[in-house]
């Protein structure tokens, strides 16, 4: 890290996508005295692609096939998670997964989950009996006969885990450009020219990480040779309750028909129910269909029959990239300096410490210089929202911050001091989206309903920013239309 | 601060102020009111069209002027409240946690508590509307703060979802701040909303409603930009080959309001699950003793009238409560909803030695015409009581006011059920 940053100095490393391979790249990398700049086409960090919309199941790694890349990197990336969640102050419940077998006949394929994840080096895999499934999951429906249990499973916030390695990576010096779109990668001699939004950065080496758009971008630096199309997952959200709660990740035995619909609970305290996988065309359209909802609902309840659809608070569609020429994930050096970390579904998030690992041992092969940072941090420091403190913090927290006495976000409890804090974070909130994924302020029954108008009129007054400006997620989706007054006479 | 309190009055809109009023009239005097908004009076602060009032007072108001009629006889009366101050949680004790800037984390106690928390809006999310998930798809509610109180438009080109009525009176606000407003969808036969307001919102302005309508889908990547509608059969399903687009930037929803009763649920008070707020007896007394309820978050009102109406019964129980003057009950008579009819507040009758005449609140399940209302029991042939309506519609409560003697007279549950006649 010798030179200044600035126009026309040669970084070390341009990675593309702030998804959570993006994030986790930059974060390990951030260990290094290295230049490390991240660009990303959306607003804010985890929210341009499939880090924001999937299961957020930390997967034991028994469902790859034995051999592949994927089953390699899923298995080494759910042991990396404990540190890792714990490094950085994340939330994750490790309560162990469930394959669930409907009949004698569906028992079989647990036998081969089980035999493919001990292939795999899957430690404390275990089939359960209807008796012992019961007792875990009471609300399981009656007809299920047995269950493969992963202990290393678990459930975690996509986007908080995201948002947690971006922050740390930026503490440690990493750069990033949010709504900063690569359109092109050129080699110039001793790297890459990166043309992102207005801004040309030189580059010793590229991270491609652009989930569905990695092909295009691979194609851009002459690498190409695969095609990625989405797979798209649709999903339901409802609030929790005794008689539908689960405890854990409950997915089925894939049949002729699909495999299956999976019922978890965000650690977050949602029910969460998909996904579908249906192959589609337009990368840019995720659309919700009346169809795939009610195939969702139809395969969870066969799950968990008494799921209620009143208690619905959001759906949402997710888009897997799917190499169209391979299954597995493909990480790999296209051309010289320039890395592709591409088809990376699921379990792509959970592989995601693993995929970074994986890239920064490709770039020292081909020269990239690791000399440790002394001042690196592995921490952040976690501050806790308001909600998740005890009577005599909130209390404090109140008397140190009077923001954190007024209340936001009544469906989730998020505080004004919740926000203001969200937004002055390294790589803080811009929008209101951003905002959600951060505090859940509008992530509620409500879904914004209340708190919209007083989030928007706090990113203003924090922001500096003219209330018609500010967006949901970025340029083109701004809240407001016009003004019914003339400016000024809105801030009395 | 104190701690202790005789009655403490939960949301400050109207069905609190009238409720806190009223206990003071009934004699009360250590009174609290606790609200979470920087200003008394409630969801009526947005409302700014006139038509309030006209049952309470005989004079046409608009909703700032209604409310500011209770935030008066509040202040007169000089009954102490809390702005900026949000309950977060009410024990089956009747301790109260709230929180505000500044007085910090609070724990308060009191001999009777009214829950007067309001409702909130349904969400397209809620009743699944499917499509992408774009910046200008929002509730009526919210783009009614957004214009009458924060003084901003939402959007030019618009579509309603939902005739209830805060969709109607956004029609004619869109329409009257310049933005065009293709149509107002509805899935069902009927509008939800009151007759006067279609009227007045839609038809002055020639806004079209489609009825047997709904949105499919929803277009647009960062913000919308148009939605597929079609019509619907009997089973309220899109019918094939009727689906068409509408180009617009907005879409509004308008599909129903919810009880808040996140509190009610934390107090250990029984929810009915049809109105989605507490179950009470006539008293407006819940299934926690000394816990009333009223206003919107017991059932969603079309008229705020009938809300400080039965906010003042349930401000002067609360004070006879708290005096220990409330009559003896002998025995409660479950009050049930049969055909035609949705739901019956209050759900059960206290009989006791005086004999009061009861009012009941209901929504009709259906549009009804030429019918009347009629309460039963089991084992009698002959109603106990009928009410002819030459009109029964969904959106429009229907308000019974029984003879007390006819509760008097049973023991087994009273059933509330249509008759077309
Ligand atoms: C339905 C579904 C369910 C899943 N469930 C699970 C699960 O339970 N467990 C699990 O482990 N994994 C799961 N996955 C997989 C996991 O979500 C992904 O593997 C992971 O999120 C991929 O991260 P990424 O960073 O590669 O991609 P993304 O999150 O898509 O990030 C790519 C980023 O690149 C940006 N970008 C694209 N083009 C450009 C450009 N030109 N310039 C700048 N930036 C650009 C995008 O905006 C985006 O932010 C699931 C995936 C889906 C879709
Ligand atoms: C968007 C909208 C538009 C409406 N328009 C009309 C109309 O045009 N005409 C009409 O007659 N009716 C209208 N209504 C119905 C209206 O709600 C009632 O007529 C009336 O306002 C109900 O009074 P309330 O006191 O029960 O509820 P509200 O007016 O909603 O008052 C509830 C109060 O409780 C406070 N509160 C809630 N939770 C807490 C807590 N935890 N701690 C502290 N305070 C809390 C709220 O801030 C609020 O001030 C509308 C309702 C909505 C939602």
Sequence with gaps: MTEQRGGGQMLDVVIIGAGVVGCATARELSRYCLNVTVCERAAEVGQGGATKANTGIVHAGYDPMPGTLMARLNV??????????????????????????????????LEELLARGQANGVPGLRILDHRELMELEPNLSPEADSALFAATGGAIEPYELTLALAENAALNGVEFLFEHPVRSVKPISGGWRVEAGERLLETRFVVNAAGLFADDISRMAGAGGFHIRPRLGQYLLLED????????????????????????????????????????QDKDDLATTADGLARVLTGARKSIPRLDTRQLVAEFTGARAVIAEQGDFLVEQGAAGFFNAAGIKSPGLTAAPAIAEELVLLLKGAGLDTTSNPAFIPTNTHVPLFRECSPEQQKRMIVEDPRYGRIVC????????????????????????????????????CQGGFCGPRVLEILCRELGLDPLSVTKCGAGSEILAGRLRPEGENDA | MKTEYDLIVIGGGPAGLAAATAAYDQGLRDILIVERDRFLGGILNQCIHTGFGLQEFREELTGPEYAQRFVDKTLEDGIPFLLDTMVLAVRPDRTIVAISPKLGRLELHAKAIVLSMGCRERTRAAIMVPGTRPAGVM???????????????????????????????????????????????????????????????????????????????????????????????????????????????????????????????????????????????????????????????????????????????????????????????????????????????????????????????????DVFKGASVELRTDSREEPLAKFRRSRLTPGEMVVLTVQGTVFAAVEADILVGVKVL
Excluded: W
Excluded at chain 1, 84 to 109: C, I, N, Q, Y
């Design chain 1, 76 to 109: 080494r990336g759910n042991a990396m998670y404990d540190q890792l969640t714990a490094d950085l102050g994340v939330h994750m419940e490790r309560h162990g997964t469930l394959v669930v077998a409907f009949s004698p006949f569906e028992r079989a394929h």
């Design chain 1, 241 to 280: 309750r005794a008689d539908y709660d689960v405890q854990r990740p409950l997915f089925q035995v894939p049949t002729p028909m699909g495999k299956g619909i999976v019922v978890s609970r965000t650690p977050d305290g949602n029910i969460i129910a998909g996904p579908t996988a249906d192959d589609a």
């Design chain 1, 410 to 445: 009544r469906c989730e409890t998020v505080t004004e001091g919740d926000i203001v804090r969200a937004i002055h974070r390294p790589t803080g909130a811009r929008t209101v989206d951003g905002l959600k994924f951060r505090t859940r302020a509008g992530m509620g029954r």
């Design chain 2, 139 to 365: 509730t009526a509610g919210t783009a009614q703060r957004y214009m009458n109180v924060e003084g901003y438009l939402p959007g030019h080109n618009v579509v309603i979802l939902g005739s209830g009525d805060v969709g109607l009176i956004m029609a004619r606000r869109f329409t009257l701040e310049g933005a065009r407003v293709n149509a107002v969808l509805e899935i069902m036969p009927y509008s939800t909303g009151l007759t006067r307001n279609i009227v007045q919102c839609l038809d002055d302005y020639g806004i079209p409603l489609l009825l047997n309508h709904t949105v499919t889908s929803v277009h647009g990547g960062k913000r919308v930009t148009g939605v597929s509608i079609a019509q619907v059969d009997d089973y309220r399903r899109p019918v094939p080959g009727t689906e068409r687009e509408i180009a617009c930037d907005t879409l509004i929803t308008s599909v129903g309001l919810v009880p808040e009763n996140e509190l009610s649920k934390t107090a250990g008070v029984q929810l009915d699950p049809i109105t989605g707020g507490a179950v009470v007896n006539q008293r407006l007394q819940t299934s926690v003793p000394g816990v009333f309820a009223c206003g919107n978050v017991l059932q969603v009102h079309d008229l705020v009238d009938n809300v400080s109406e039965e906010s003042q019964r349930a401000g002067r129980s609360a004070a006879l409560y708290v005096q220990d003057k409330l009559p003896q009950t002998l025995r409660s008579i479950r009050v049930v909803p049969a055909s035609g009819i949705r739901y019956v507040v209050p759900q059960c009758v206290d009989v006791t030695e005086q004999t009061e005449t009861i009012k009941l609140f209901m929504r009709p399940s």
